[in-house]
């Protein structure tokens, strides 16, 4: 299976910094690659898919990039709503994996 | 509105079984792929399983391979997932998820509120 690392597992922010979550997967995996936000008690919800298309109804304020095996989300300007835990997957080879989570904290 | 609303869990001993459902509205129910993806408490995500929006090919976790089975009812637009033989590991909450595309190899746009299965002892 595919191995997907995120980096940091969580990080400390103020409202309006920018901030950026990194998503190495162990082999290559083309665009295939999604990004998901999850707040405590709810369902994750599809932030960015084919790693750089914002899914209908994302503020432009979060964007997605990376090939091969490097990827990366960041929120330009952070906001109250941001925080939460991130997740990145990977769709190219089964099974699909996640990464184990970036928590985005208020500092 | 698309929706997804799952259903069925609850306490089950070990070894036996459960089946969940996921009722989708809002869409045409066969032209997407549908998935499971499961999250044990305080834990990560995990996909479970996937069921392709055309012919209906399903995939599975190696951890649930032979114990669970996916299918569908495309005239009821219902998704079940047959869960057998469980472990302590499969307690977790269930979500139900739709691929943006019919092939299994889509992102999860939609997912429903999901549902908790606890295996006891």
């Known amino acids: 299976a595919i191995r997907m690392t995120q980096s940091p597992s969580s990080l400390s922010a103020s409202t309006g910094d920018r901030v950026t979550i990194t998503c190495r997967a162990s082999?290559?995996?083309?665009?295939?690659l999604a990004w998901y936000q999850q707040k405590a008690g709810k369902a994750p919800k599809l932030l960015i898919y084919?790693?750089?298309t914002l899914q209908s109804g994302v503020p432009s304020r979060l964007s997605g990039s990376g090939s091969g095996t490097d990827f990366t989300l960041t929120i330009s300007c952070l906001q109250s709503e941001d925080f939460a835990t991130y997740y990145c997957q990977q769709y190219h080879s089964s099974p699909w994996t996640f990464g184990q989570g970036t928590k985005v904290e208020i500092k | 509105e698309v929706q997804l609303l799952e259903s069925g869990g609850g306490l089950v001993q070990w070894g036996g079984s459960l089946r969940l459902s996921c009722a989708a509205s809002g869409f045409t129910f066969s032209n997407y792929a549908m998935n499971w993806v499961r999250q044990a408490p305080g834990k990560g995500l995990e996909w479970v399983s996937v069921i392709s929006g055309s012919a209906g090919s399903t995939d599975y976790a190696d951890s649930v391979k032979g114990r669970f089975i996916l299918s569908r009812d495309i005239s009821n637009n219902t998704l079940y997932l047959q869960m057998s033989s469980v472990r302590a590991e499969d307690t977790a909450t269930y979500y139900c998820?739709?691929?943006?595309?019919?092939?299994?190899?889509?992102?999860?746009?939609?997912w429903g509120q999901g549902t908790m299965v606890t295996v006891s002892s």
């Open positions: 084919a790693a750089s």
């Open positions: 998820a739709k691929g943006v595309t019919r092939l299994p190899s889509s992102a999860f746009d939609i």
């Open positions: 082999q290559g995996i083309s665009s295939y």
